[in-house]
């Protein structure tokens, strides 16, 4: 039987972790040269994330009577979020699905007609809206894609 001297383990071991530190850095290398070339941002994307940052400084704001928007944000892949809370409603006091497919219409049609978002349509841009009641109780999200308002 062979026995190795630990002299010649020793080099062995901190062979082995040259190469796993080596192996690890070239992985992150391609993963970051992946994620850099790969999932690269639009030019869109970038420009939804300025509009987010102007519309935030802004934010908290009352759009009417019962709707505040609490804050906007931008995911990659052209998607835009709006986050509301409706200010005099309280969950489980109102017919949740009633007010749901309420918002729906008047969104698409909003979405459909406001001049304001024909930037968006020709983008193709996705939206959700989602809302909280007065106490910051999530209520539901609202989203639309380009097959919903094309």
């Excluded at 969104?107 to 809302?131: C, E, S, V, W």
């Amino acid at each position: 039987m062979y026995q190795q001297n630990p002299k010649a383990k020793e080099i062995a071991s901190k062979r082995n972790k040259i190469i796993l530190f080596f192996a690890l850095i070239f992985f992150l290398t391609g993963a970051f040269a992946v994620k850099k070339f790969f999932y690269a941002e639009s030019a869109f994307d970038k420009q939804l994330k300025l509009l987010s940052t102007e519309i935030n400084k802004t934010t908290p704001i009352l759009v009417d009577q019962n709707t505040r928007l609490d804050r906007t944000e931008t995911k990659r892949g052209e998607v835009f979020l709006y986050h509301y809370t409706l200010v005099n409603m309280e969950k489980g006091s109102f017919e949740e699905e009633e007010l749901r497919e309420f918002l729906r219409n008047q969104i698409l049609d909003n979405i459909k007609n406001n001049p304001d978002l024909q930037y968006f349509r020709d983008h193709g841009a996705a939206m959700t809206y989602t809302y909280k009641d007065k106490n910051s109780n999530y209520l539901f999200d609202l989203t639309f894609n380009a097959e919903d308002y094309r």
